[in-house]
Each structure stands twice: as C-alpha cells, then as structure tokens.
C-alpha cells in the first residue's frame, strides 16, 4: 500500500489544494519500508488528484478538503482521510494501527468569510464546485 500526505515542515499540511509537498509512504506487512516528501511542483486543487493518481497512491490522509477534491480522489480510486492532524508520521502510523483520528465528513474549511469579502474570488478555487462552505 502507498500513502500520501499533504506536507508542511513534518506535520500534515490544512488545505488540500494549496499543498506544496506531499510524504510518500509505502507500507509492507503493516510496518512503513520506504519514505520520501515530493513536492507538487506548482500543481493545484484539481490536477492534486492525478498527481497522487499517477504516483499510484492508494490513500491520503489531509487536513481541509473541499467537496470538489475529494470527489477526484474518489474517482482516482484512492481513499481518503481528511480532517486529520498533527505529525504525518504519526498520522500514518496510526491509520497502519487503525487508531488514526480523522473527519469523514471533512469539508474545506481554510477561510471563514462571506463570499464578496474584500481581497478573495471564488474563482481563484471554485467555491461554486467543492461545498467549501
């Protein structure tokens, strides 16, 4: 099994789709055999998924997740942890143990404003497309 998790400075990064490094995992008789942090290379919200996609993870475990991302990742096969925080070590040694907290019902939660609010367009993340609110 490979895991990805969003990645900031050992801890799992909040906001899915402005992530700039994944962890990269993979997992052998429930212990972890190989680490190593990838960086996304600019790609954003919705090319995420094919990254993750064409790097053959089969889970992410992340923090904020708008409903428009994580029906990419569905599609993409790959299950999703949201919600989840902390170290990224941890978090998935945890999910390996099967004691990982996370929100199954996690929505994108990185701005709490009312849209028209001065200096943000929902265009530059399609709130229209992912429930973030």
Known sequence: MKIAATYENGMIFQHFGHTQQFKFYEIEDNNIV?????????????????????????V?????????AQAAIAQAGI??????????????????????????DVKCNHHNHEH????????EHGCGNHNCH
């Open 60 to 68: 992410l475990i992340c923090g904020g997740i708008g409903g428009g």
């Open 34 to 58: 190989k680490e190593e942090v990838v960086s996304t290379m600019g790609s954003g919200h919705g090319a995420l998924a094919g990254f993750l996609k064409a790097n053959n993870i089969d």
């Open 79 to 104: 299950k999703l942890y949201g919600g989840a925080n902390g170290s990224a070590d941890e978090a998935v040694k945890a999910l390996v143990a099967g004691t990982l907290k996370y929100n199954p």
């Open 116 to 123: 028209g609010e001065s200096g943000h367009t929902c265009g």
